[in-house]
């Protein structure tokens, strides 16, 4: 059982807009920044969204993240076939002095 | 172009040992901090541990303390994970992951491919 807690599914049709929470608690999420990672199935995971907010270079501006208390949201606007794959939210843990991973969502592109 | 090579993964018998190494090239490795993720087949990712540039902070998850070590030799630029006592559990892909900073709580911007650790009798 993972220490952030993400919805198991979403879907959405090609152009819509989807969202993807992340839920954790003051030691985690609420002391810390959250950072996002895309998996596309079979390679390895990339970082997509850092500092709550950031896009590493070359992430496209469809992509944003934001945080509030002790949630995240992960934000995909004009939805791609391409973007199917499974997202994981992370953050520090000052209680466990170690990185904690939500259990992932797997975006389904209808 | 910042480039993480796993090696050392495999078969291993249930109370066995083995060797991970990370070799990194296109960045200053001795610069940032380094990571080991793991993903159990058709499972989540699951950090292992963290050490920051000169070795002074090491982690560890509550299921590999005590268990596993990780070191890193910044002449060679290379990361190590020491994988003992080995648990049928401990079966996943083991990612190296460079920190986008030199602090352990700086987001991991790079990954390896990962290298297979199949515990097994």
Redo the contacts between chains.
Sequence with gaps: Q?VLTQPPSASGTPGQRVTISCSGSSSDIGS?TV?W?Q?IPGT????LI??NNQR?SGVPDRFSGSKSGTSASLAISGLQSEDEA?Y?C?T?DDS?????????TKLTVL | EVQLVESGGGLVKPGGSLRLSCAASGFTFSSYSM?W?RQAPGK????VS?ITTSSSYI????SVKARFTISRDNAKNSLYLQMNSLRAEDTAVY?C?RG?GSF??D????????TMVTVSS
Excluded: C, I, M
């Design positions: 993972s810390n950072n990672y998996q390895a995971p990339k970082l850092y500092s590493p499974d994981y992370a520090w466990l002095n170690g990185w904690v991973f939500g259990g992932g | 990571n993720v989540g990712l699951e950090w963290s982690y560890y998850a509550d990612y992951a986008s352990s709580t987001a991991f911007d790079f990954w390896g491919l990962g």
